[in-house]
Nanobody, 116 residues
Framework: QVQLVESGGGLVQAGGSLRLSCAASGRIFSINAMGWYRQAPGKQRELVASITTGGTTNYADSVKGRFTISRDNAKTTVYLQMNSLKPEDTAVYYC??????????WGQGTQVTVSS
């Protein structure tokens, strides 16, 4: 099992910044991927950004150039730096961890609200 603890959500004005963190613990394989998904009311959960232990990143087109995903040296904590936030970024953001090969795990979610 892998446990995920998220932090960093909140309320911010459009154009502002927030930084999300997600710390993983438990049965962590040497090769894994961590990422952030989000789900707005009435919409499906979508990938925001992901990063592997090898450093390969992937971003949704809607956040490219504004969001940056990174990991700490121990590769057990993932960060999402969100700049130039827009009202359409408002959603519950979920951390995801996936052992490769292996199972995926979800965090409890953290609310991000961007006011116009």
């Amino acid at each position: 099992q892998v446990q995920l603890v998220e932090s960093g959500g909140g309320l911010v004005q459009a154009g502002g910044s927030l930084r999300l963190s997600c710390a993983a613990s438990g049965r962590i394989f040497s090769i894994n991927a961590m990422g952030w998904y989000r789900q707005a009311p009435g919409k499906q959960r979508e990938l925001v950004a992901s990063i592997t232990t090898g450093g390969t990143t992937n971003y949704a087109d809607s956040v490219k150039g504004r969001f940056t995903i990174s990991r700490d040296n121990a590769k057990t904590t993932v960060y999402l730096q969100m700049n130039s936030l827009k009202p359409e970024d408002t959603a519950v953001y979920y951390c995801n961890f996936r052992n490769i090969p292996g199972n995926g795990y979800w965090g409890q979610g953290t609310q991000v609200t961007v006011s116009s």
